[in-house]
């Protein structure tokens, strides 16, 4: 057991810091859902599952509460697979390793997690506990949220029998969450030819890194910068007047993620080297100036790297970096429904290079169908005039707000009762699960909340401890007073 179980309340971290011992990345949750079966199991509570893998873990209702209405706690059992450039770490082999940070709990190197570890160790604890007050009980854990939501999309009707539904997977202590954008997965696909490496050429690797990254939803509007979009902006301008000729490139790891880092292997005549070099230190003063507020610690550098097979011919070179140069990015509306919540936005995700095909993956998230669409429509075009193919995959829809929900009402006033101030109502822009499972229980009353979680989807993600408190104290509270059925 690491430091981070001794912390207050030690129910919920003891869980986590188990958590944290199993890794769990996206598609590989097995062993992690076998341990929280095991659990269930030992603690007399039916568990079962369903096709997709999703756990479902069933607890009575505490004596004289049997006839509340019935409450699922619901939270996603992956993470998100994140590392620094240095750090040496097998997402699927080696365990997180937490630690505190004054008022935070971070990792070593990598994602810590918290997204959404710390709600899953909430529903194990409230499962665990004796003492809490709560009708019948529910809790839903679901797999593969971060990559696809596979777990949201593969639930069934008859599966839920609660009228209520908590999700934990909300990122900032003070706000209920009651709707969500939707969103879909693009993906650009070039074909490239390519051809020998020209005679008096030297190879080397351009890198853009250091950059903070962060969830393409939650951190889309901070102004963070996009290593894709980085070096494909470098690369557009420079690549005649040096005449780079491209071989590889490769960049971010995640869809829903911002890249931190990206790469890119060319070739140039020799006598051009040192203007290469001379170009990208002024290209990264450039980008302080420009971004140095945010991003501070950008780092750009050329390395000699091992002469490449081939190159890109001129015209597929052309046609890639226009499509990178010229791909929306970052915040395309704001809502003039929600003050301050991104309506639309799209995240160039992955970049990768194979031997005659270059691939851009895309996430586009929308509070509304039509956003979305125009954005796709947007890519459409774009791939046609760059002669790439287009496609567009894993849509999920909105959680549209309901202002008459009864639990949201009955969480704001239970908050106000403990704190003596009224939570925000949110909308947020990313992709919760609770979109999806309106679907199959169109009728469950939904409201998310959570502790904050700096960060996310980054290795610079951490959980403000003290809110992980508030948090376990709202959720005994509202267990508590859930209404009559």
């Known amino acids: 057991m690491s430091e981070i179980s001794q912390l207050s309340p030690q129910v919920v971290w003891q869980f986590f810091d188990q958590i944290c011992a199993i890794p769990h990345p996206s598609k590989h949750e097995e062993a992690l859902a076998q341990h929280i079966i095991r659990f269930a199991e030992s603690e007399g509570l039916s568990v079962r599952r369903d096709a997709t893998g999703n756990v479902f873990i069933k607890k009575p209702a505490t004596p004289g509460m049997e006839n509340r209405k019935g409450v699922v706690l619901q939270a996603h059992i992956d993470m998100v697979p994140q590392k620094n450039e240095d750090t040496d770490h097998d997402f699927t082999l080696d365990p997180i390793q937490p630690y505190i940070d004054g008022e935070w709990v971070t990792a070593i190197g990598t994602t810590l997690g918290a997204d959404n570890g710390i709600g899953m160790a909430t529903c194990l604890a409230v499962l665990a506990s004796k003492d809490i007050e709560h009708g019948p009980l529910e809790v839903l854990l679901t797999i593969d949220e971060e990559a696809g939501m596979t777990g949201a999309f593969g639930l069934e009707q008859g599966w839920l029998e609660g009228d209520i539904l908590l999700n934990t997977d909300s990122e900032q202590e003070g706000e209920i969450y009651m709707g969500c954008a939707g969103g879909v997965d693009a993906e650009l696909k070039l074909t490239t030819e390519r051809e020998s490496v020209p005679a008096g050429h030297t190879a080397l690797k351009l890198v853009v890194k250091g950059l903070k990254g962060g969830h393409s939803g939650c951190d889309i509007h901070t102004g963070r910068a996009n290593a894709n979009k980085l070096l494909g902006r470098f690369l557009f301008a420079h690549a005649q007047p040096l005449a780079l000729q491209l071989s590889s490139l490769k960049g971010g790891t995640l869809r829903n993620a911002i890249p931190r880092e990206a790469a890119a292997i060319v070739t140039l005549p020799a006598e051009k080297a040192d203007a290469l070099h001379t170009q990208f230190t002024a290209f990264e003063t450039l980008l302080n100036a420009e971004l140095g507020q945010i991003e501070t610690n950008i780092q750009l550098s050329v390395e000699t790297v091992d002469m490449p097979a081939n190159v890109l011919k001129h015209d597929s070179q052309q046609r890639l ?33 194979e031997e005659n095909q270059i691939t851009l993956l895309c996430l586009i998230r929308s509070l509304i169908d039509s956003g979305r669409i125009h954005v796709e429509e947007n890519l459409t075009a774009l791939a046609q005039l760059a002669g790439a193919a287009c496609s567009f995959s894993g849509a999920y829809p909105g959680w549209k ?34 979109g999806l499972f309106k679907e199959p229980y169109p009728d469950m009353d939904m409201i998310s909340f959570g502790p904050t979680i700096k960060f996310p989807h980054s290795p610079d993600e951490k959980v403000n401890i003290k809110t992980v408190g508030l948090f376990w104290e709202q959720m005994v509270a509202i267990l508590k007073q859930i209404p009559v059925k």
Do not use: Q, W
């Not at 395309?332 to 290079?353: K, Q």
């Open 401 to 434: 707000p309901d202002p008459d929900s009864e639990v949201m009402h009955l969480f704001r006033e239970t908050y106000k009762d403990i704190y003596g101030n009224v939570p925000n109502i949110m909308v947020i822009h990313a992709g919760l699960e609770c």
């Open 321 to 353: 970096l226009a499509l990178i140069n010229a791909c929306p990015n970052g915040v395309m509306r704001m809502s003039d429904d929600i003050p301050g919540v991104v309506e639309t936005s799209l995240n160039l995700g992955v970049i990768t290079t």
